[in-house]
């Protein structure tokens, strides 16, 4: 077989080993039933076991309260982006979004469609490089959104921030949901698409309060209600059935590293180490600002950008697969979400003291 290579890609991206190992077992017959998984009826037992399971297992891993629905759509983070203002605004309300990078803006683009938006604050004057400490929220928001993690900036909240009281908070949390220990009592709702943290792409995860879910217009295509898809268990219309059971596969892998708790750990000392390089490097350094860095796309610059190419090309020779930066940003961008393994961060780090040594 090939030899796999450091994937950095920002997504979709790296999934674990043996998830792949388990899901290859079973795509010619899932388990003893002479069917493959992907071949199987959504309404057939096979599947419905493989479903329940993996809701259980969200709502174990994510401690999810028994007032909060779990659901798989379609249609990405982005169909979200329109979904969410589509069922929560109107014309005569204001809704209020962080403003904290590209997808934080593609979000507040959508909801202007369906009502009055407010940006609440924004780190636009320093090309999305920190996380705003304070925020101005309008009168009554209908809710309040953020973006927990800016994939393309590489920062991150530390914590949520506090809406105005009477006001949900609803996050974006498609680049680092179930990357560390959350409080879910504290959203209305979050959603993700699955390919950065959660499985491959083609599903996207909502953990939605009922009483939300309830309160959305009635008005709208059947496909498009929250409601719908709450009453029929997602299963309204046929689910991204592959999609949904190799996000259970990855669920039971985050079990298995101590969930949320043991997965943030391993987190934190992968981003350090690489952080720790930086900030003493002589060549690279880090884009975000100290307090508001990302632990899962860690961004960072020569300077220099036929510098920052000359690393890029000899990167891609040497096995390091995906680590240009996004064009608003430039430089490189090193995606290592939950599942890249901790050896490929060792491994980029002595390429990078290598470069370094060659090119300071
Ligand atoms: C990747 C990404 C998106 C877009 O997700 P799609 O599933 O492609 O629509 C939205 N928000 C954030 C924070 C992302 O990282």
């Given at each position: 077989m090939t030899q796999r290579i450091w994937n950095f890609s920002a997504g979709p991206a790296v999934m674990p080993e043996a998830v792949l190992d388990e899901a290859r077992e079973n795509l010619l017959s899932l388990g003893s039933t002479g069917i493959g998984i992907m071949e199987?009826?959504?309404?057939g037992k096979a599947f419905l076991k493989v479903y329940e399971e993996t809701e259980a297992l969200c709502r174990e891993i994510g401690g999810i309260p028994a007032n909060y629905k779990v659901l798989f759509l379609q249609g990405g983070a982005s169909l979200q982006f329109a979904m969410l203002p589509m069922n929560l605004l109107s014309k005569e309300r204001t809704a209020d979004y962080l403003i904290t990078g590209a997808w934080a803006e593609k979000a507040r683009d959508e909801a202007q469609r369906f009502g009055g938006v407010h940006?609440?604050?924004?780190?636009?004057?320093?090309?999305?490089?920190y996380i705003p400490g304070e925020c101005a929220y309008s009168?009554?928001?209908a809710y309040v959104h953020f973006t927990s993690n800016n994939t393309i900036f590489g920062t991150q909240f530390r914590s949520e921030p506090t809406p105005p009281p009477g006001a949900d908070l609803i996050c974006d949390?498609?680049?680092?949901?179930?990357?560390r220990p959350l409080?879910?009592?504290?959203?209305?709702m979050i959603y993700a698409g699955?390919?950065?943290?959660?499985?491959?792409?083609g599903v996207t995860l909502v953990i939605m309060r009922e009483d939300l879910i309830e309160r959305g217009?009635?008005?709208?295509?059947a496909m498009l209600q929250y409601r719908t898809h709450a009453k029929n268990d997602s299963?309204?219309?046929?689910?991204p059935t592959f999609a949904i059971y190799m996000v259970g596969l990855v669920l039971k892998w985050i079990k298995g590293h101590g969930g949320l708790a043991g997965i943030a750990e391993r987190n934190q000392r992968k981003a350090g180490k690489l952080y720790a390089y930086l900030e003493q490097s002589r060549l690279f350094k880090p884009t975000a600002r100290t307090d508001s860095r990302s632990l899962m796309n860690v961004t960072f610059v020569t300077g220099n950008e036929e510098l920052d190419a000359k690393f890029c090309s000899a990167a891609t020779k040497a096995g390091?697969?995906?680590l240009k930066g996004h064009r608003s940003v430039g430089g490189m961008r090193a995606?290592?979400?939950?599942?890249?393994?901790?050896a490929g961060i060792d491994a980029l780090i002595e390429f990078l003291r290598q470069f370094e040594a060659q090119n300071a």
């Open positions: 199987h009826s959504h309404r940006a609440a604050c924004s780190s636009e004057d320093a090309n999305f490089s009168a009554q928001p949390a498609s680049s680092d949901i179930f990357s409080d879910i009592s504290k959203y209305g699955a390919q950065k943290n959660l499985g491959p792409s217009h009635k008005d709208l295509p299963m309204y219309n046929t689910p390091f697969d995906g995606s290592i979400y939950n599942a890249f393994p901790e």
